[in-house]
Nanobody, 125 residues
Framework: QLQLVESGGGLVQPGGSLRLSCAAS????????IAWFRQAPGKEREGVLC?????????YYADSGKGRFTISRDNAKSTVYLQMNNLKPEDTAVYYC?????????????????WGQGTQVTVSS
């Protein structure tokens, strides 16, 4: 059974950093695109960025993460990471990882993919 489990969230001050992990089980990570999404209170879910399975290239879904967020994957450990630097209060949200079979990072395909339960990130002084 395909399963994703996020971890690493918490409370951090503005300007701080966090690294989120997405541990995958029940499938071979090599063949899946992995994306990170987030949902802030009272707002719709939004895509953050995605790692393609073919070459590990990154697709940013929003400008807010460019220059601050990076995604990486360790297929041997079946884990994908989201490194977040220079965090801002507006980054406060529940962060989810999602898996889609194949290399494409087209955001719509993750609606039919597998999702984790989310991890809370709070940026506040």
């Amino acid at each position: 059974q395909l399963q994703l489990v996020e971890s690493g969230g918490g409370l951090v001050q503005p300007g701080g950093s966090l690294r989120l992990s997405c541990a995958a089980s029940g499938f071979t990570l090599d063949y899946y695109a992995i994306a990170w999404f987030r949902q802030a209170p009272g707002k719709e879910r939004e895509g953050v960025l995605c790692s393609s399975s073919s070459d590990g290239s990154t697709t940013y879904y929003a400008d807010s993460g460019k220059g601050r967020f990076t995604i990486s994957r360790d297929n041997a450990k079946s884990t994908v990471y989201l490194q977040m630097n220079n965090l801002k209060p507006e980054d406060t949200a529940v962060y989810y990882c999602a898996a889609g079979l194949g290399s494409s990072c087209y955001i719509g395909r993750f609606d039919f993919g597998s999702w984790g339960q989310g991890t809370q990130v709070t940026v506040s002084s």
